[in-house]
C-alpha cells in the first residue's frame, strides 16, 4: 500500500472521520425537516434528490447533528460541495425574523464568488432571505448600497430619532465575498458589522489559508469572538433585553462548551483537498471539529474520470497539444499551462498556426475582469471550445459539458492534478483528463498519479502525420510569436512597465514548450 493513504493524521479529531461514502443519494420527498419551499426551489434546478456530501452535511446541521459541531468536508471535485452548505444555512435562516448579515461565505475568487452565489440566489428568496455579494464586480459605493440599508429621515421627520433605527444597517441575511472586498467592507464601510453572524463558511479552504488576503481570517474570527465576549459580558442581563436585532444563540452546554451561553458562530470548511497540516487548521480556530471525508483515502479523484499521459517531443508540445485538440473534435476542454505568461504564449502561438478547428481563448489573471467574463460566458454558452487557463484562475470553477482537460504543463503537485481534473467529470458525468510529458517527467508523474489514488492512467498516442501534417507552418508560427512578444514588451516598457522590461525581453529567448 502506498505510504500517503497510510499516513495517520497529526490531528486527533481527524482521525475518525464520517465517511461520506457511507452515504446514499436521498431523493428530496424521503429528506427529514426539509422546507417545502426550499423543496419546490429545488426542483426549479433540476435537483430531484441530494448528493451523498449533501446528505452527510445535512445530518450533522439540520439533522441530529443540529450545527453542535464546526463542520470540516473534504470531498471529490464535483460532488456538490456549495449545495451541501448553502442549503442546510438557508433552511436554518429561514425562520429568522428580522434582517442582518447572519451567514458569510468566502471564496478565493471573484468568479468563484459570484458561482456560488447564483446557487444561494436559487434557493434564499424562496423562504425570504437576501443574498449579497462583495467581490469587487461593481464599484465600492454600487456594492455599499446594495448591502447597507439607510434609514429613510423623510419617512421619519416626524418621529423622536430615539425611537427609529437610524444608524445604517446590513440589509442582506447571506453575504458571498472575496477577502479583499470583504476587508475593503469591514474597513470601511459604515453599517457593515459581523455582530449578528451565525455561519461562516470558508469554501475553498486550502486555498484561502495559504494566502493571507489581508490577514481577513484573523480579523473575522477577531471580530466574530469579540461579540461573544461582548456578549458574555452581559451575564447579568436578561438576552430580551438586549434588543431583537441580537441573535439569542443557542445554548451549546449540552457538550461541555462550558462558559458559552449563546450559541456560537459555526464554521464550515470545505475543500476536495483539505489540508491536514494543525498549524494551518488552527488559524480557523475551530470549535469541536468533525471530519466528513470521502473513503478512507486522503485524495479522491471523480468516479468516471478517466486519466491519459501522452509522451511528446518536447521541442513539438505545441504540435501535440494541437493533434490532440483536433482529434477531440470541438469537444469543450480547458487547457491548463504552468503560468500566466506560458498561457499567453500558448495562446498566442495557437493563434499563428491560422484556421484551427476550434474556438479557443485565453483566460488568466493578465486580462481585465471583464474580459475574462466575457470569455467564460463564451465557454459556458459553447462559443468556445476550448479554454487555456491558469490553476488560479479556474479552482472550483463549475462548468456543464466539459468534457476534458488537458495538462499542457505537468501539474507540480498531486493536488494540482485533483483541482484540475476536477473541472470534468463533475456531478456523476464521465470526463477525461489527458497530461502531456516529456520522457523524463514520466516517472515523477507516475508517482504523484498514485497519491490521487489512480494507477489506471494509460498511454494515449497520437497518429504521426497529425503532428507532421502541421510541421510547415509552425516554424513560421514561432518566428511570428517571437517578433510578437518582442514587440509587446517595447510596447509595454514605452508606457512605463520599467520592470516588466527586463522579464519581457529574457522572455522572449524562451522556448515555447
Ligand atoms: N443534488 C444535486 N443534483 C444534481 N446536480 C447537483 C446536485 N448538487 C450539485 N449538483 C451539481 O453538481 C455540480 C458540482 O457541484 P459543486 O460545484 O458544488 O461541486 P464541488 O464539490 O464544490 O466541486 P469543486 O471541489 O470542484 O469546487 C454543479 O453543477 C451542481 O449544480
Same mark, same amino acid.
Do not use: C, H, N
Given at each position: 500500500m502506498d505510504e500517503s493513504k497510510k499516513r495517520v493524521p497529526h490531528l486527533p479529531w481527524m482521525r475518525n472521520p464520517v465517511d461520506i461514502d457511507l452515504f446514499d443519494e436521498r431523493p428530496l420527498s424521503l429528506l427529514p425537516h426539509l422546507d417545502r419551499r426550499l423543496e419546490v426551489a429545488l426542483r426549479k434546478m433540476n435537483i430531484e434528490s441530494l448528493f451523498p456530501v449533501q446528505v452527510a452535511v445535512w445530518q450533522e446541521t439540520i439533522g441530529p447533528g443540529a450545527f453542535e459541531r464546526d463542520i470540516c468536508v473534504n470531498s471529490p471535485t464535483g460532488s456538490g460541495k456549495t449545495l451541501s452548505y448553502a442549503l442546510p444555512i438557508v433552511q436554518a435562516l429561514a425562520s429568522r425574523k428580522i434582517r442582518c448579515l447572519r451567514a458569510l461565505v468566502v471564496l478565493p475568487t471573484r468568479d468563484l464568488a459570484l458561482q456560488v452565489k447564483e446557487v444561494f440566489d436559487a434557493i434564499a428568496p424562496a423562504v425570504g432571505l437576501r443574498v449579497g455579494s462583495a467581490v469587487g464586480q461593481t464599484s465600492i459605493a454600487d456594492e455599499i448600497s446594495e448591502l447597507i440599508q439607510r434609514p429613510n429621515l423623510e419617512i421619519h421627520a &416626524? $418621529?423622536?430619532?430615539?425611537?427609529?433605527?437610524?444608524e445604517p444597517r446590513t440589509s442582506v441575511d447571506i453575504l458571498v465575498a472575496t477577502p479583499g472586498r470583504l476587508m475593503d467592507h469591514i474597513n470601511m464601510t459604515k453599517g457593515f458589522s459581523l455582530e449578528h453572524l451565525r455561519y461562516l463558511v470558508v469554501d475553498e479552504t486550502d486555498r484561502l489559508l495559504r494566502e493571507a488576503y489581508q490577514s481577513w481570517l484573523p480579523t473575522v474570527i477577531q471580530l466574530t469572538c469579540s461579540t461573544d465576549q461582548e456578549m458574555l459580558s452581559h451575564?447579568?442581563?436578561?438576552?430580551?433585553?438586549?434588543?431583537?436585532?441580537?441573535?439569542v444563540r443557542r445554548s451549546g452546554?449540552?457538550?461541555?462548551?462550558?462558559?458559552?451561553r449563546y450559541p456560537r458562530l459555526v464554521k464550515m470548511i470545505l475543500s476536495a &483537498? $483539505?489540508?491536514?497540516d494543525p498549524s494551518k487548521i488552527s488559524q480557523l480556530d475551530l470549535h469541536h471539529p468533525l471530519l466528513l471525508t470521502s473513503g478512507n483515502k486522503r485524495y479522491r479523484l471523480p468516479e468516471l474520470l478517466v486519466s491519459y499521459k501522452l509522451i511528446c517531443n518536447s521541442k513539438l508540445k505545441p504540435l501535440y497539444l494541437v493533434a490532440l485538440l483536433q482529434e477531440l473534435k470541438g469537444e469543450k476542454c480547458i487547457v491548463f499551462t504552468s503560468s500566466v505568461e506560458s498561457t499567453h504564449r500558448l495562446s498566442t502561438l495557437l493563434k499563428f498556426l491560422g484556421e484551427l478547428p476550434f474556438q479557443f481563448s485565453e483566460y488568466s489573471r493578465l486580462q481585465r475582469q471583464s474580459v475574462r467574463s466575457k470569455t467564460l460566458k463564451a465557454f459556458r454558452e459553447g462559443k468556445l471550445e476550448v479554454l487555456i487557463a491558469t490553476d488560479a484562475m479556474t479552482r472550483g470553477m463549475d462548468v456543464e459539458g466539459i468534457r476534458n482537460v488537458i495538462n499542457y504543463d505537468m501539474p507540480p503537485y498531486v493536488k494540482t492534478y485533483i483541482h484540475r481534473a476536477g473541472r470534468t467529470a463533475r456531478a456523476g458525468q464521465s470526463g477525461r483528463c489527458f497530461t502531456l510529458l516529456r520522457k523524463h517527467e514520466v516517472k515523477r508523474f507516475d508517482s504523484m498519479l498514485k497519491k490521487a489514488d489512480d494507477n489506471s492512467c494509460t498511454l494515449h498516442s497520437l497518429p504521426a502525420d497529425s503532428i507532421e501534417s502541421l510541421l510547415p507552418i509552425y516554424s513560421s508560427a514561432l518566428e511570428k510569436l517571437k517578433e510578437f512578444v518582442e514587440s509587446e514588451a517595447r510596447r509595454k516598457s514605452s508606457i512605463g512597465f520599467k520592470s516588466a522590461k527586463g522579464n519581457k525581453r529574457k522572455r522572449t529567448t524562451h522556448k515555447v514548450e
Open positions: &416626524t $418621529l423622536d430619532p430615539e425611537y427609529i433605527q437610524m451575564e447579568t442581563v436578561d438576552p430580551a433585553f438586549l434588543g431583537s436585532l441580537i441573535t452546554v449540552e457538550r461541555g462548551f462550558k462558559g458559552k &483537498t $483539505l489540508t491536514q
